[in-house]
């Protein structure tokens, strides 16, 4: 059985099963959903309305026993930047997609407003139902009162309140195979699945399996390749301290946003770091190390208990630690455990969500620090919707807007993650240039910059970080197409024997005769396909700066700015 | 005495008084205050920055007799747009700016958040002082405070508590002969006045006077164009109905956009018209024809007094009637006058905020129709800078994204007026193109698609909008550059003694030469400086386009769509 397309049509209702064009043939992930935004979505339509598309690609290798290949990504016009999207999950779904032979799934048109809807995928296709139970009911009942519902296990991609009210920074969450939540959370690519009026979407191989062309070399290579990401140093960290690891690393370089980024440092750290973390996982019978979808060799997820032991939150990552933690100067980690279990709860990206709390408070609509503070707008503004909820629910820039802050951390108003440009100046350029605004997963230069992976560029200075980002953010856009999770990254980085043997894992599944150069012509590829998407929306090279306070206001303990020249930002896409 | 160039420093808190720069002597109004933010404002700069600056210029004939020539231009990156803007009002301050010989009036840098201020300006220079008591006060409370407060007659700027919590929408307010208000509506430039803790500024000539080169020719010129003003039938019509005798016209020709732009007629125009209007007037006791500053010869403008024939407001204008009457569907003209004082006692736009409030309605914030809920919503949210008062006061863009709308009618983030592009069509090149962001006054379109005013151009058809715009826009862009107020456009596109005897007043009162040549060029230069900062700001072709809906949505009663290509709205710039 070949891979199909699947679409669902909300306007009409209906449902059909396609072949796959010749040229989406070799494209899986975020290849495949940029690829398909870009030739279906008209450039300049409104992100919320029946002309914008949303679609789900698991990756190449996604559905196979490949380590680490559980990743789904989704695609569309995002409302928050007005730009193309992808954002990628783990979670059982893409695995369970791939096995239904859907090589993605586009839900496009837009059903009328008086009713919501679910769909379930097979492989036969796609089912449309009325559903009425679970509206406005957060992630977890989901995925509870789902988990009962059916009769088989199933996948579940789901959005919360947010993404039904189509807050700007609502994510899509992937159940987990704990049936707790995974997200697809940067974008807003809830609030479009919420215009759409799909409240959920089932999936279930009924048993179907994905063909590998060649087993024998697909498991050789499998073999090797999960050796070379449980060997690496980077990795063990990850699996024993989480990526919240980071918080005392970029602490101590100097470039943990503080106090909606007006310091580099945070007084309370040692609070909210990962080995303190770490600790109290322990103590309160949590799990340190804990995968988000089945194959995951590293492990870097984690279940966080509450202090009576209870199940608190999972997938608790550094970025939503810092942003609650320093950005919003909230040194008590179970609040931040409160907060981030709300978010995932209603669907809501918590780097943005977060950011947008820290501008809050420079405008005075909470303290800095009020832990319980954010709980409260996210249980009583957020979820109920109000006027407050809204703002807060639209992200960062929105904050900055409705208040008249000045100081607003965003690029093409998506608020810009826990490594500051001007101290990280890798991540300066990564920020500026990526096709999907800030987002520190598009070409990670904190690795290089910081954690000496894949050679050491000094991120102080501004020499050799655009060469450092464009390569990064060419290799990210091809594993992004692969189903893989972006932490191979750092085996791939410093381990010859790493990307070969991905390489020879996806030749093995399709028969096919791939090369490394083939590889990287496809990230630059995705690249070009997704920046001439936002030409054709408007965007422009004035797009690719960052605010204007990045370059004003020099930030301490290094006291540096960002002192990147336009032509120098532009030249990263000489390629 | 020559004039010069004030300038305010609010970092400083310094002032000087400086010479004009040969490239700027032959500017005034809005040519004036365009090349000065061109020259000196960061075109990427955030607009609630220090790097933003505040420029008010009166007209190159403001301070003389000539008629109607008392519009004071403001200047600035718009909060709203983020376009360069200029807005202009009546009242008395172009005048009396004028006669302290102040050729611009520029505010810089940034007050720290802990103190507001006032300025004084006299043939001296300006001087700056702490302000406490008039701090969070409405536009009506500052200027009866202020007319106590001074011994003499002096003229007022003032921001309301929408410009102090620097609300997008908020208006900058002029004191006019009767001390009420006038307003420079557009593009938030009360919010830049708040941002640099500027509460209010007054303007006392002391005696001054503008000198004239050739005082005889002058008076000549002046009564012939003052002729041509009185016998234009347009004319005429405005003194006795106001701006509002256009609620019938465009409703005849279906292009009155009605329930949030989804109908081009509204069924209760009769109640909102301008002769229901003129007859309530009548009624009441207020005054029908009435002028905004002394000169007037047209006099739009009247006063509406309530039911107990007390003043209510004044100004009270067609494209404001427009926007809460028909796009909100509102049937009660008290409730408008209401709502109208109310914008202009916050001092916020009334046509931003009254298209937010029609947004804001179909999003189900209140129902259509509910008038009483307007003033509520403005009294109770607005005014109070609540989170619902916010997202309000920053636009209807902002509505629309707060809630998800996608029927949200503006262009670069400013809400189009009273004439639906889909039936007048002139008015959808005009919208697009002008580098203010959607206005109507920056080319009137409708006076020759519509009332038949400088020939006649099918509003139904695409044929001949694009030059039709163009040549508009570039006479208003000269005009809003004399002091002139725009009305005496009509007068000119028709009688050929009107425009040549306004350059003959130019001419005397400066003793140049200049031709009607000159003038086109200067209306072609204006233009192109504006969009040249534009684009410096990141704005491209691509923003020069109307909303999605436009293009999908045929309005009733004509059922068309905008149909201009984007080619075909571009060639606009060819000049």
Redesign the interface.
């Given at each position: 059985m070949s891979d199909k397309i699947f679409r669902v049509n909300m306007t009409e209702l209906t449902v059909s099963v396609e072949e796959v064009p010749q040229n989406w043939a070799g494209l899986g992930g975020r290849g495949l959903t940029s690829t398909i935004v870009a030739a279906e979505v008209p450039p300049?339509?409104?992100p919320?309305?029946p002309?914008n598309k949303l679609v789900f690609a698991p990756g190449l290798l996604s559905g196979t026993v490949a380590a680490n290949s559980g990743r789904l990504s989704a695609g569309a016009k995002s409302?928050l930047t007005g730009t193309i999207k992808e954002a990628n999950a783990g979670g059982t779904s893409a695995q369970l997609l791939a096995r239904c032979g859907c090589k993605a799934l586009i839900i496009e048109g837009q059903a009328k407003a008086d009713s919501w809807y679910s769909l379930a995928v097979t492989p036969a296709g796609v089912a449309i139902s009325e559903e009425k139970e679970l509206i406005g009911k957060g992630n977890y009942e989901v995925v509870q009162t789902l988990s009962k519902r059916f009769e088989s296990k199933r996948g579940v991609i789901t959005i919360g309140p947010a993404g039904e009210?189509?807050?700007?920074a609502a994510n899509i969450s992937v159940m987990d195979p704990d049936g707790n939540l995974r997200s697809n959370g940067r974008g807003g690519l809830g609030?479009v699945m919420?215009?759409k009026r799909v409240k959920f979407i089932s999936v279930d191989p009924q048993g179907g399996k994905v063909t590998i062309a060649d087993p024998e070399a697909f498991k050789q290579a499998n073999r090797a390749f999960a050796k070379a990401l449980v060997d690496n140093p980077v990795s063990q960290t990850l699996g024993t301290y989480g990526t919240n690891v980071l918080v005392n690393v970029i602490n101590e370089a100097g470039g943990l946003p503080t106090r909606n980024f007006t310091s580099g440092q945070f007084e309370g750290h040692d609070k909210i770091s990962g080995e303190t973390m770490h600790d109290l996982i322990e103590e309160r019978g949590g799990v340190v190390k804990h995968n988000c979808h089945a194959g995951c060799v590293i492990q870097c997820s984690q279940i966080y208990n509450d202090a009576n032991k209870q199940y608190k939150t999972s997938g608790f990552e550094y970025e939503s630690i810092w942003a609650l933690g320093a950005d919003c100067c909230v040194e008590d980690l179970d609040d931040i455990a409160e907060a981030d279990r709300l978010m995932d709860d209603l669907g809501i990206d918590s780097i943005e969500t977060s950011v947008a709390m820290g501008v809050a408070m420079e405008a005075g609509v909470l303290p800095f620090g009020d832990g319980p503070g954010v709980c409260r707008i996210l249980r009583e503004?957020v979820a109920k919707g109000?006027?407050?909820g809204?703002?807060i629910g639209?992200g960062a820039g929105?904050v900055g807007?409705?208040?008249?802050v000045?100081r607003v951390p965003v690029v093409k108003n998506q608020a810009i993650p826990a490594y500051d440009p001007r101290t990280v100046k890798g991540m300066a350029i990564t920020y500026a240039t990526t096709p999907m605004g800030a987002d520190h997963t598009a070409g990670y230069a904190v690795a290089t910059n910081i954690l000496n992976v894949g050679g050491s560029v000094d991120p102080l200075s501004k020499d050799g970080q655009v060469e450092l980002s464009r390569n990064l953010q060419i290799a990210t856009a091809a594993i992004d197409s692969t189903g893989m999770c972006l932490f191979i990254a750092f085996a791939a980085l410093d381990d010859p024997n790493c990307l070969p043997r991905l390489i020879d894992l996806i030749n093995a599944r399709f028969g096919i005769n791939l090369t490394g150069d083939d590889v990287t012509n496809l990230g630059k590829t995705i690249l070009k396909t997704e920046r001439a998407f936002n030409q054709?929306?408007?965007f422009?090279n004035?797009?690719d700066?960052l605010?204007?306070?990045f370059y004003n206001e020099p930030l301490p303990p290094h006291n540096l700015v960002v002192d990147f020249t336009g032509e120098e930002i532009d030249s990263f896409w000489n390629f």
């Amino acid at each position: 059985m070949s891979d199909k397309i699947f679409r669902v049509n909300m306007t009409e209702l209906t449902v059909s099963v396609e072949e796959v064009p010749q040229n989406w043939a070799g494209l899986g992930g975020r290849g495949l959903t940029s690829t398909i935004v870009a030739a279906e979505v008209p450039p300049t339509c409104h992100p919320l309305g029946p002309n914008n598309k949303l679609v789900f690609a698991p990756g190449l290798l996604s559905g196979t026993v490949a380590a680490n290949s559980g990743r789904l990504s989704a695609g569309a016009k995002s409302p928050l930047t007005g730009t193309i999207k992808e954002a990628n999950a783990g979670g059982t779904s893409a695995q369970l997609l791939a096995r239904c032979g859907c090589k993605a799934l586009i839900i496009e048109g837009q059903a009328k407003a008086d009713s919501w809807y679910s769909l379930a995928v097979t492989p036969a296709g796609v089912a449309i139902s009325e559903e009425k139970e679970l509206i406005g009911k957060g992630n977890y009942e989901v995925v509870q009162t789902l988990s009962k519902r059916f009769e088989s296990k199933r996948g579940v991609i789901t959005i919360g309140p947010a993404g039904e009210m189509k807050m700007e920074a609502a994510n899509i969450s992937v159940m987990d195979p704990d049936g707790n939540l995974r997200s697809n959370g940067r974008g807003g690519l809830g609030a479009v699945m919420g215009s759409k009026r799909v409240k959920f979407i089932s999936v279930d191989p009924q048993g179907g399996k994905v063909t590998i062309a060649d087993p024998e070399a697909f498991k050789q290579a499998n073999r090797a390749f999960a050796k070379a990401l449980v060997d690496n140093p980077v990795s063990q960290t990850l699996g024993t301290y989480g990526t919240n690891v980071l918080v005392n690393v970029i602490n101590e370089a100097g470039g943990l946003p503080t106090r909606n980024f007006t310091s580099g440092q945070f007084e309370g750290h040692d609070k909210i770091s990962g080995e303190t973390m770490h600790d109290l996982i322990e103590e309160r019978g949590g799990v340190v190390k804990h995968n988000c979808h089945a194959g995951c060799v590293i492990q870097c997820s984690q279940i966080y208990n509450d202090a009576n032991k209870q199940y608190k939150t999972s997938g608790f990552e550094y970025e939503s630690i810092w942003a609650l933690g320093a950005d919003c100067c909230v040194e008590d980690l179970d609040d931040i455990a409160e907060a981030d279990r709300l978010m995932d709860d209603l669907g809501i990206d918590s780097i943005e969500t977060s950011v947008a709390m820290g501008v809050a408070m420079e405008a005075g609509v909470l303290p800095f620090g009020d832990g319980p503070g954010v709980c409260r707008i996210l249980r009583e503004e957020v979820a109920k919707g109000t006027a407050l909820g809204r703002i807060i629910g639209n992200g960062a820039g929105s904050v900055g807007r409705a208040f008249g802050v000045t100081r607003v951390p965003v690029v093409k108003n998506q608020a810009i993650p826990a490594y500051d440009p001007r101290t990280v100046k890798g991540m300066a350029i990564t920020y500026a240039t990526t096709p999907m605004g800030a987002d520190h997963t598009a070409g990670y230069a904190v690795a290089t910059n910081i954690l000496n992976v894949g050679g050491s560029v000094d991120p102080l200075s501004k020499d050799g970080q655009v060469e450092l980002s464009r390569n990064l953010q060419i290799a990210t856009a091809a594993i992004d197409s692969t189903g893989m999770c972006l932490f191979i990254a750092f085996a791939a980085l410093d381990d010859p024997n790493c990307l070969p043997r991905l390489i020879d894992l996806i030749n093995a599944r399709f028969g096919i005769n791939l090369t490394g150069d083939d590889v990287t012509n496809l990230g630059k590829t995705i690249l070009k396909t997704e920046r001439a998407f936002n030409q054709a929306a408007g965007f422009n090279n004035a797009d690719d700066r960052l605010p204007e306070f990045f370059y004003n206001e020099p930030l301490p303990p290094h006291n540096l700015v960002v002192d990147f020249t336009g032509e120098e930002i532009d030249s990263f896409w000489n390629f």
